[in-house]
């Protein structure tokens, strides 16, 4: 971390652009299972984690017997064009976090777009993670997509 804090290192901004060939709906689906029961490490370790798809509905990891770690809230939830959730995350460290889903119909499928900020300390190796969890994340959700049509 460095040791004078610019507002360039202090933000994070990812966006990303995933196209589904399946519709909204089968992908908003498996949006909620890959972010909740279905979610894994990018090494494909289980992440037991659960989500309450309503607003104000609780994103956590659940390690049992009342144990776990509060991820974020559901800011928005409009089925099957938006998820969006205010927290933060996995972090153990001054951060909060924005994450939208926003899905719309095209030609052959469903189009997600996939941006997540956050305003805190973030080290270069958590930002490198970041964006290969969220891609991992991402390409776990198409694939169940695909595969569920």
Do not use: C
């Amino acid at each position: 971390m460095p040791t004078d804090p610019t507002l360039e290192n202090l933000t994070l901004t990812i966006n990303q652009e995933i196209h589904v060939q399946a519709p909204l709906d089968v992908t908003f689906a498996a949006l909620l299972e890959q972010l909740g029961p279905g979610n894994e490490t990018p090494e494909g370790k289980p992440l037991n984690m659960k989500i309450e798809p309503w607003p104000g509905g609780r994103w956590y990891r659940d390690l049992g017997d009342g144990n776990g770690h509060f991820w974020a809230h559901v800011q928005a939830i409009k089925r099957p064009t938006l998820l969006e959730f205010a927290g933060p995350l996995f972090a153990s460290f001054p951060l909060v976090s924005n994450v939208q889903y926003r899905l719309s119909e095209v030609n052959g499928g469903t189009l997600i777009a996939f941006r997540h900020t956050a305003l805190g300390f973030i080290s270069e190796d958590h930002r490198a993670g970041m964006n290969q969890g969220w891609s991992s994340m991402n390409e776990r959700v198409r694939r169940q997509a695909e595969a569920g049509r």
